[in-house]
């Protein structure tokens, strides 16, 4: 059965680096084939992975509301078009959704796109939906159960509460989420012992959303990105890396 894990949090909390971190895990602890989907109008998980987008789903969209080639019913081509649009990575497929057709668009390409997305999600172990701050992608690709809601915090309590109630907007999006992890991101290090005691008060308030661990402030999480490189060739004693794979197993295993 394929696990779908999708990200929450406010901008700029480390959803995409936490993507890109937890692509690392999975295919290091060979819990593969994945399916990365970049779900922000604004990709940018590409570049965190230091891969070129080819196409992406809304240019797709376009395409098969368009002549489609003869001997082919609409729902191949779409299949065939998505197949063609994945970036495909060993252990790995990287998806892009780019521009979304506009609010409340359930036009009869979706329509193909959630079909094909059933059949195309089979082929996967994990997949990862990096977020934007709203969900409505989710249930265009028809991905309406998430085994895993991973919620990403900056260090506050206020940031935690915030949090607590991003979560909850997968509610009246009709999502059935199975379990909340909550990954509070970007602490100093140490974590001051009033800030531990913060989190642990706002944790506690915040039912049902467990702490699954702390990530610290990185420079080589800064370092990587300035660089370029893919957050895939962290290296492996990097501190970053034991952090959010503690987590990570305290969350999967
Ligand atoms: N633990 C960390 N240490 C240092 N820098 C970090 C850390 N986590 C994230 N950042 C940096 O913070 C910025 C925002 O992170 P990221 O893009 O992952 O957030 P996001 O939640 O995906 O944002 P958006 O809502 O815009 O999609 C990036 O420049 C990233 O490199
Ligand atoms: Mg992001």
Redesign the pocket.
């Known amino acids: 059965m394929t696990k779908v894990i999708a990200?929450a949090?406010?901008?700029?909390?480390?959803?995409?680096?936490?993507?890109?971190l937890l692509l690392n895990y999975l295919i290091q602890r060979k819990m593969t084939p994945v399916l990365a989907v970049d779900a922000?109008a604004?990709a940018?998980l590409n570049e965190?992975l230091d891969l070129e987008i080819t196409a992406t789903l809304g240019e797709i969209r376009k395409e098969i509301k368009g002549e489609i080639p003869s001997g082919m019913s609409r729902d191949q081509f779409m299949e065939m078009k998505i197949h063609q649009s994945l970036i495909e990575e060993s252990g790995f497929d990287l998806m892009v959704m780019g521009q979304p057709d506009g609010p409340g668009c359930y036009c009869a390409a979706n329509q193909y796109l959630a079909m094909t997305m059933d059949k195309l999600a089979e082929n996967y172990k994990y997949i990862i939906v990096?977020?934007?701050?709203g969900m409505e992608h989710l249930s265009r690709m028809n991905l309406t159960t998430i085994d895993y809601l991973l919620i990403?915090s900056d260090p506050s309590a206020r940031g935690i509460l915030t949090a607590r109630r991003i979560a909850d907007i997968t509610g009246p999006l009709q999502l059935d989420v199975k379990e909340r992890h909550l990954i509070v991101?970007?602490?100093p290090d140490p974590v001051p012992p009033a800030l531990q005691e913060k989190i642990d008060q706002a944790v506690a308030e915040a039912a049902d959303m467990p702490l699954a661990g702390i990530?610290?402030?990185?420079?080589?999480?800064?370092n990587q990105?300035l660089s370029g490189a893919s957050y895939l060739q962290l290296p492996e004693n990097s501190k970053?890396l034991e952090q959010s794979f503690a987590i990570f197993d305290r969350i999967f295993a």
Not at 9 to 20: F, M, N, P, Q
């Open positions: 990200m949090g406010k901008g700029g909390t480390g959803k995409t680096t936490t993507s890109a922000d604004n940018n965190l990096d977020n934007e701050a990403i991101n970007r602490a990530i610290s402030s990185s420079d080589e999480l800064i990105e970053v």
